[in-house]
């Protein structure tokens, strides 16, 4: 058990890292380039070849990001390799930690949950990087890596809910954002849909397409949030059942996938409160 709390210290110190580099190197001004950068960076983490931009290398702090960003991805690897067996206990205990959080927030401000059918880390990064920026008062008060090796929403259901798993096949994302809306007494539970329909759309199309898209649909997610939380002071979970990830398919043509590889960003669902 005291690995499990190790290793979750660890992989949310990462996370935490990872945003505070990009808040103090990158500020362009320009949001959409912000977003390039970040799905950039993790792009070439998990690749380790360039998508958009063969520049990040001649700046040395953003190569330092992807430096950071690389390593990050090895300890999300090694624990799927070697803490297998542990991947439920892990996931409740970054579960556990999130809902401490949200104890500690007064009354007064309504709770919501959102769960996103496979937002990626760079998006939830990118998220939690424009609200530090834009809101300088503001410090995010919990963001988090959850593995889910499968990569896949059935596996994520199994980590949450491997009881009700057995008892129902039939259990939707929309039946545990409210089980995690019950637990935190939420006010409303949200399904953001818009990510997986377009990872099951995009086939062989260009890398800007894809990201351009990611980058409309993120800022969506964004705005929601922000109407959540300036229209009714709201605290706000976002959750991700699994990631994504681009694919190259020849000829300068991508595709989008979610998928079981332990070295790619499909593994990773996001937790944050903001
Ligand atoms: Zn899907």
Redesign the pocket.
Same mark, same amino acid.
């Given at each position: 058990m005291d690995d499990i709390l190790e290793v979750t210290s660890l992989l949310i110190n990462e996370f935490h890292g990872l945003l505070s580099m990009l808040t103090r190197y990158i500020g362009f001004g320009d949001h959409e380039e912000e977003y390039k950068v970040i799905f950039e960076i993790f792009y070439q983490a998990a690749h380790r070849e360039p998508l958009l931009s063969t520049n990040l290398h001649k700046d040395a702090r953003l190569l330092g990001v992807l430096q950071y960003a690389r390593k990050f991805l090895d300890h999300v690897s090694e624990v799927i390799y070697e803490h297998n067996a542990d991947i439920h206990a892990l996931a409740q205990e970054m579960l556990r930690r999130a809902y401490m959080v949200l104890a500690e927030v007064p009354e007064s401000n309504p709770r919501y949950v959102i769960i996103c /059918?496979?937002m990626s880390v760079a998006d939830a990064i990118y998220i939690a990087y424009r609200l530090r920026k834009e809101y300088k008062e503001y410090m995010e008060l919990f963001i988090t890596p959850l593995i889910n090796p499968g990569g +896949?929403?059935e596996t994520y259901k199994f980590i949450l809910e491997p009881h009700s798993y057995f008892q129902s096949t039939s259990l939707t994302l929309k039946d545990i954002a409210r089980k995690i809306a019950e637990k935190v007494h939420a006010k409303d539970a949200i399904v953001f849909r818009g990510y /997986?329909e377009t +990872? =099951?759309r995009l086939r062989n199309v260009h890398a800007t397409d894809i990201v351009d898209e990611m980058y409309k649909l993120t800022s969506r997610l964004y705005s929601k949030i922000i109407q959540l939380k300036n229209g009714f002071s709201g605290v706000v979970m976002v959750l991700s059942d699994h990631g994504y990830d681009v694919i190259e398919r020849g000829m300068g043509l991508y595709e989008m996938k =979610?998928f079981w590889r332990p070295h790619f960003l499909s593994v990773i669902a996001s937790l944050l409160i903001v």
């Open positions: /059918d496979g +896949i929403t /997986d +990872i =099951h =979610h």
